[in-house]
């Protein structure tokens, strides 16, 4: 995956933006600069709308200000809640096998037509002769007309993930690992939660 120099948190009160960085000793990595932007909310505006006009404002106005880049490779995660994910149970642990048919085990489990969707996928911890799986899926229309929006702006993520998953991956790269871990994110509409098992995603809620 190409080197991540902004992660971006485009939430409904707020725009939040982080660079990377490394603390050191028991910290792990955190951000090395960082900055917010309120959101102006939209009168009658959709909680359910992936990018409202209030957010390109304010998506807007920090590219005007330099906080974002052009030469930034910005990552940026889609909330979970308007993205539909399923956790699957394969029989197997080898990695190419799960690649090649979990397509075809979503495929029954997901409310639309998979070619008309993009996949992702998370491993979860399982048992020993099988594999957790957590895959997500967004329809293809609603991610280009969200890309697209963005680029107007001046903005090309090079990595797009859920919030979820954005969420433990954070974690796990700032934090020691531990036997069992809970997250909890707040945020001003929605409330995102993570369980973490032995340093690994084990389940998560949006």
């Not at 995660?77 to 993205?83: D, F, K, Q, R, T």
């Not at 990695?95 to 979860?124: D, M």
């Not at 399982?126 to 329809?139: D, E, I, M």
């Amino acid at each position: 995956m190409q080197t991540i120099t902004l992660g971006l948190d485009i939430g409904q009160y707020a725009i939040k933006g982080a660079r990377p960085g490394r603390l050191g000793g028991m910290l792990g990595v955190g951000p090395a600069d960082s900055f917010e932007k309120r959101v102006q909310r939209d009168q009658g505006g959709d909680p359910f709308c992936l990018l409202s006009e209030g957010q390109k404002a304010a998506l807007r106005e920090l590219v005007s200000e330099g906080k974002i880049r052009p030469s930034d490779d910005v990552a940026v995660s889609l909330p979970g809640h308007l993205i539909s994910n399923r956790e699957i149970v394969l029989p197997f642990t080898d990695p190419q096998k799960i690649r090649k048919t979990l397509y075809y085990e979503a495929e029954g489990q997901l409310p639309f037509n998979l070619e008309e969707a993009v996949i992702g996928y998370q491993l979860l911890p399982g048992q020993a002769a099988s594999t957790r799986v957590l895959v997500f899926a967004a329809p293809k229309k609603m991610l280009a007309n969200y890309l697209e929006s963005l680029a107007e702006i001046g903005i090309d993520p090079v990595h797009i993930s859920i919030d979820q998953v954005a969420l433990y991956h954070y974690f796990a790269a700032a934090f020691p690992k531990g036997d069992r871990q809970f997250v909890i994110d707040i945020g001003a509409t929605k409330t995102v939660l993570c369980g973490i098992r032995e340093g690994r995603l084990d389940w998560t809620r949006s």
